[in-house]
């Protein structure tokens, strides 16, 4: 993460432009961090300031961080030298960075829930690893599109790569957990979906991708006929898997141990090396499903006085059947303006966010915050415990 540490900073009045950057506002909690609402490149991002024994430390705020980092690199090098600052240490000149790459087939969360249309069929495939799978269902079915999960960006980086040097282009790619992005996809609309080889998470089974919220949710998106794949070397897995699965109504199971497909993974070669056995496990989705509303942004709807949440604000954790709820501290920008940092959402996917109080109206900072259903009913928890306090 980009920062600079240093041993004096004088800070002028707000608003002010500086380089490429117009400094807005300063927000301070009471134990006197501070944060600086900046607009580098049309970007808004929180600049932090924490007071070390050796003077400050200044970096960029991790919830509001540019998905382009080079941005707020920009944002802190004219920081440092608005506010006069002569760093003792510093990383905001390297031109290093650790970003995937842009490419037309890499596409994000709000891409999917505000763009997303398609009329050909859809395979998804969850944790596509080397991508071996991936591609060669693609280059098998050039007209339908296939979408692969993939949380590991070495491996997103390796696919869009063979992508672009096979001429690929049915393929869209998505950083994001497996486990929540099926959300966003139209009720009966993929053909199949695969899950290979899946982390066996024998000591976290909370962190599985197979649970009956999953096999649920793969159910609705898949159209009647549609197939949804698990194949694993794990007998552990393979048993709690198919219990699961059983938990289904009108699906059809079929079981294989050790069947050999056109394609073999890294992983299958590993396994089969070994002589171990591999499991498949196929569900045939049986019913058509109900359309569901699309996932909009969270939105607030009311004003909110920010006195009254400055006087009665304190730190809350709130754990709920999937879902939790943490205010976790309280920025005052003038009597009547602050922030709140806020963390919330599923346990599998954690939002974190500030909520921005201003006598206009309430929203989320940033504010592209997907409506899940768990992050919708962590955000009705946050109404009730803001417009209450
Ligand atoms: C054991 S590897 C298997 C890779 C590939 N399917 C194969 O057969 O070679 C599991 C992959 O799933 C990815 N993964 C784990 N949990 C995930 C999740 N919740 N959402 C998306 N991908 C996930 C990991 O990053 C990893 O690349």
């Not at 240093?6 to 009045?13: D, F, R």
């Not at 059983?246 to 050999?260: A, G, P």
């Amino acid at each position: 993460m980009p920062n600079f540490h240093t041993k004096n900073l004088e800070l002028p009045n707000f608003p002010a432009t500086f380089g490429e950057s117009e400094f807005l506002l300063q927000a301070i909690s009471k134990r006197d961090d501070r944060l600086v609402m900046c607009r580098c490149r049309g970007v808004e991002l929180l600049i932090k300031i924490h007071q070390t024994k050796d003077g400050f430390l200044v970096k960029g705020d991790k919830i509001t961080r540019p998905s382009n980092v080079a941005i707020l690199q920009q944002a802190l090098r004219d920081f440092r030298d608005w506010t006069n600052s002569k760093p003792f240490y510093s990383n905001i000149d390297s031109k290093k960075q650790k970003n995937l790459k842009h490419s037309p087939y890499l596409k994000d969360m709000n891409y999917f829930a505000n763009e997303f249309k398609t009329d050909l069929e859809i395979l998804v495939e969850v944790g596509f690893g080397s991508g071996r799978h991936l591609l060669y269902q693609a280059i098998k079915n050039p007209h339908t599109l296939v979408i692969g999960i993939e949380i590991h960006k070495p491996s997103i980086a390796q696919v869009l790569k063979q992508c672009e040097l096979q001429n690929i282009t049915n393929i869209l790619v998505v950083d994001y957990d497996a486990r929540t992005f099926l959300e966003f996809l139209k009720s009966n609309s993929v053909r199949a979906i695969f899950v290979h080889f899946p982390v066996p998470w024998d000591k976290k089974p909370h962190r599985r991708v197979i649970s009956d919220a999953f096999i649920s949710e793969s159910k609705r998106v898949l159209q009647v006929g549609g197939t949804l794949e698990l194949r694993t070397d794990s007998d552990n897995y393979f048993f709690y898997s198919f219990e699961e699965f059983l938990k289904q109504s009108r699906v059809e199971l079929k079981i294989h141990k050790n069947r050999d497909l056109e394609i073999s993974s890294k992983y299958e070669d590993r396994w089969k090396r070994l002589e171990k056995n591999i499991y498949d496990i196929i569900m045939t989705n049986q019913e058509f499903s109900k359309d569901v509303e699309s996932v909009k942004t969270l939105k607030f709807e009311k004003r909110l006085d920010f006195r009254r949440v400055k006087d009665n604000f304190k730190e809350i954790t709130m754990s709920f059947d999937g879902f939790f709820v943490h205010l976790e501290r309280i920025y005052t920008i003038k009597e009547n303006e602050g922030l709140i940092r806020v963390s919330f959402g599923s346990s599998h996917r954690n939002e974190h966010s500030y909520v921005y109080i201003t006598q206009e109206g309430v929203s989320y900072m940033p504010n592209n915050i997907l409506a899940t259903k768990d992050n919708l009913n962590a955000h009705k928890i946050i109404e009730d415990l803001l417009w209450n306090m």
